[in-house]
């Protein structure tokens, strides 16, 4: 019996993807264990969204062969596909995959054709077409009907983007807008549903692109729509989504559903709209603003959350402030704050006027600052109010009390038994910290 582990760096969806690839393997008769203990065989799914993405894949690799020199070694994802010639001659990788072969990867790792040799032969095999038998594909979706160590299920409808905003390789990496049918999608919700996962966040590289490949013939609307009728579904989320693919659809659909929640990812990255052209960011600050006061007139306390690059090059104090102020404005409940990191191969790199890094972190934390301010204040409007929480399997590792998200994600703790993990409750709102609430279970 062989044992796997997996390790998984970045977004949703390179979640997604593992899990895809965990079940391609445990069907094959691999069985998991923690990425802490030594497997047979590693899967290290990457990311390469910043030079530090790379970096910690490469230091991943490191330590998974000193915990079993003899272990096969894996490399798959978005930075294995960006550079696999590089990913390929360092020490201890037995195969790089590609995107178009993570559906076959159980097959080429178990495949009698292809014995163990030495590294400077299994470099030039390593996810390579020329490995005996090995068919390639371009587009290939993967399929789940789990989500290991999760409560909510991710669900990918979507690959790909065209955005090519000037800071981001992913475009290049992942290719182009790549839709999946809604049948397929339809499947693996009513899978998960019946395994019961009782909240499905629709995931993507550019979400609300879903169908631009298709000139209409699939539309992201009909997907939400058509999910959330689904027989046993308590919520259906969206990942994130821009400001400029909010239709006045869309915001009608979420007032008139009970279970699609009223939580939206937009991100900004800047509040200042010299940066945001430079970013080729397709909007304004104040369009930005605009759809954010069209969703509140229509939906109740709607949830914000966001995501800022401070320090990009040629942003000065001014239009720091710019994204301090536009910040405030928007009264977001949750703010991912990334400083800016020199991505090569991307216009943004090739920019003059680059922040140094002691002004980078200065506005970091200044950024902080005021994220946590307008975490404390979204969450203080629902004191003594009562959220419907689905519990989480786990509890909170730092209380030891059972935590959840509510439908607008918040996180909330409280005191109950184990048996309602996994289930919706209600729980008073007695108390308010700037990152979850703290309840009475009703």
Request: hydrophobic share 25%; charged share 25%.
């Given at each position: 019996m062989k044992?796997?582990?997996?390790?998984?760096?970045?977004?949703?969806?390179?979640?997604?993807e593992t899990q895809a690839i965990r079940e391609s393997l445990t069907a094959k008769?691999?069985?998991?264990?923690?990425p802490e203990q030594a497997a047979d065989l590693y899967v290290i799914n990457t990311c390469t969204v910043t030079s530090a993405?790379?970096?910690?894949s490469r230091q991943h690799i490191k330590r998974v062969?000193?915990?079993n020199p003899n272990a096969t070694v894996v490399v798959t994802g978005c930075y294995a596909e960006a550079d696999a010639e590089a990913v390929k001659k360092l020490e201890g990788v037995d195969f790089v995959i590609t995107k178009a072969e993570e559906a076959q990867i159980a097959e080429i790792v178990c495949r009698d054709t292809v014995p163990r040799i030495p590294l400077s032969k299994r470099r030039e095999w390593g996810g390579d077409a020329s490995i005996p038998g090995l068919e390639k594909e371009a587009i290939y979706h993967l399929k789940i009907s789990q989500f290991a160590g999760h409560t909510r299920a991710f669900l990918k409808i979507e690959d790909g983007c065209d955005q090519y905003c000037s800071y981001c390789i992913i475009p290049y990496?992942?290719?182009s807008i790549k839709s999946r049918r809604p049948q397929d999608i339809l499947e693996e919700a009513r899978r998960l549903i019946d395994n019961g996962f009782k909240e499905i966040i629709l995931t993507g590289i550019h979400l609300g692109a879903y169908g631009k490949d298709t000139r209409g013939s699939y539309r992201l609307l009909d997907i939400i729509q058509t999910l959330s009728n689904l027989s046993g579904l308590k919520r259906l989320r969206l990942s994130s989504i821009e400001a400029n693919e909010i239709t006045h659809d869309l915001i009608d659909l979420m007032l008139?559903?009970?279970?699609?929640?009223?939580?939206f990812h937009i991100p900004l990255q800047s509040g200042d709209d010299s940066i945001l052209k430079r970013m080729n960011r397709r909007y304004t600050s104040s369009q930005y603003l605009e759809i954010l006061d069209d969703i509140r007139s229509k939906i109740n306390i709607p949830s914000f959350t966001t995501d800022i690059i401070v320090g990009f090059p040629g942003e000065q104090d001014e239009h720091f402030e710019n994204t301090v102020n536009l910040c405030k404005r928007a009264g977001f409940s949750r703010m991912h704050i990334f400083p800016f990191s020199v991505r090569e191969s991307t216009p943004a790199a090739k920019m003059n006027n680059h922040c140094s890094p002691q002004t980078i972190n200065r506005r970091k934390t200044l950024l902080d600052v005021t994220a946590k301010t307008l975490a404390f204040s979204y969450k203080k409007q629902f004191l003594g109010a009562y959220a419907e929480v689905l519990v989480e399997k786990e509890r909170d590792s730092k209380t030891n009390k059972l935590c959840g998200y509510s439908e607008r994600y918040i996180k909330v703790l409280f005191e109950?038994?184990?048996?309602?993990?996994?289930?919706?409750?209600?729980?008073?709102i007695e108390d308010v910290a700037p990152s979850f609430a703290m309840g009475i279970l009703q």
């Open positions: 044992t796997c582990a997996f390790i998984t760096l970045g977004c949703k969806v390179n979640q997604y008769g691999f069985v998991e264990t923690v993405s790379d970096d910690k062969k000193r915990k990496v992942r290719g008139h559903s009970k279970k699609i929640c009223p939580h109950g038994p184990d048996t309602i993990k996994n289930s919706m409750v209600s729980v008073r």
